[in-house]
């Protein structure tokens, strides 16, 4: 396997955990954490059903992952789409913290352009 490849898949392995503990997500995966720690230094790769399931908490297809592995390079997704994958294995309560900003920010917007209404 590539290097590059090899690098991408630690990527997806860790995206896909998220904030979970090496423990726990062996744990959900049925493997140890030994298993995932291996995977995540690129010392062994997943087995077929465990690819599957990373692919999945990772929000990738399988042929994705396969293509990974194969060195051909995945489909590059947009900044959004990338955010928005992320925001999906994230804790509750830092979800919770990006809903928080993004009022935050919307708040500041509208008040900025009823500021610039009234100057008119």
Same mark, same amino acid.
């Given at each position: 396997?590539?290097?590059?490849?090899?690098?991408?898949?630690?990527?997806?392995?860790?995206?896909?955990?998220?904030?979970?503990?090496?423990?726990?997500?062996?744990?959900?995966?049925?493997?140890?954490?030994?298993?995932?720690?291996?995977?995540?230094?690129?010392?062994?790769?997943? *087995?077929?059903?465990?690819?599957?399931?990373?692919?999945?908490?990772?929000?990738?297809?399988?042929?994705?992952?396969?293509?990974?592995?194969?060195?051909?390079?995945?489909?590059?997704?947009? *900044?959004?789409?990338?955010?928005?994958?992320?925001?999906?294995?994230?804790?509750?309560?830092?979800?919770?913290?990006?809903?928080?900003?993004?009022?935050?920010?919307?708040?500041?917007?509208?008040?900025?352009?009823? *500021?610039?209404?009234?100057?008119?």
């Amino acid at each position: 396997m590539k290097i590059e490849s090899k690098q991408k898949l630690i990527e997806i392995i860790k995206l896909a955990r998220g904030s979970m503990s090496q423990r726990a997500f062996g744990k959900l995966l049925g493997v140890s954490a030994t298993a995932v720690q291996m995977w995540e230094k690129g010392v062994k790769v997943p *087995d077929t059903e465990n690819l599957a399931q990373i692919a999945s908490k990772a929000g990738y297809t399988m042929e994705e992952l396969i293509s990974c592995i194969d060195g051909k390079p995945i489909s590059e997704t947009s *900044d959004l789409s990338l955010i928005l994958r992320q925001i999906q294995h994230m804790p509750l309560a830092q979800v919770a913290q990006i809903v928080q900003a993004a009022a935050d920010r919307l708040a500041a917007v509208a008040e900025a352009s009823g *500021d610039e209404a009234k100057a008119s």
